[in-house]
Nanobody, 128 residues
Framework: QVQLEESGGGLVQAGGSLGLSCAASARSFGSYAMGWFRQAPGKEREFVGVIRWSGDVPYYGDSVKGRFTISRDNAKITVYLQMNSLKPEDTTVYYC?????????????????????WGQGTQVTVSS
């Protein structure tokens, strides 16, 4: 069983930056691919990005590519999402998710149905 807890959400002005953290309670954290998703009310959950192992090149969704950065610290059992150049349309709830790594291509991890564990989410609001 893996428990995930996001933190770091809040209110920021457009063009600003915000960093989210996702702390995990999991044995063998290094064997889990860690993804970030977001979901606005009434909309489908959107893939933000994923990092499979420490040192992996993260894979990002098109809407955040070049602005967001994912990293992980296995010693701290935490994954991070650094968000820069924020836009009002980035306003939503952000979730981290975990699943055991597979040999599948990295694009496989953009599908929310592939994840087994989810955090409760943290709200990010970007004002214009």
């Amino acid at each position: 069983q893996v428990q995930l807890e996001e933190s770091g959400g809040g209110l920021v002005q457009a063009g600003g930056s915000l960093g989210l953290s996702c702390a995990a309670s999991a044995r063998s954290f290094g064997s889990y691919a860690m993804g970030w998703f977001r979901q606005a009310p009434g909309k489908e959950r959107e893939f933000v990005g994923v990092i499979r192992w420490s040192g992996d090149v993260p894979y990002y969704g098109d809407s955040v590519k070049g602005r967001f950065t994912i990293s992980r610290d296995n010693a701290k059992i935490t994954v991070y999402l650094q968000m820069n150049s924020l836009k009002p349309e980035d306003t939503t709830v952000y979730y981290c998710a975990a699943r055991t790594m597979t040999q599948a291509p990295v694009s496989y991890y953009s599908n929310e149905r592939m994840y087994d564990y989810w955090g409760q989410g943290t709200q990010v609001t970007v004002s214009s």
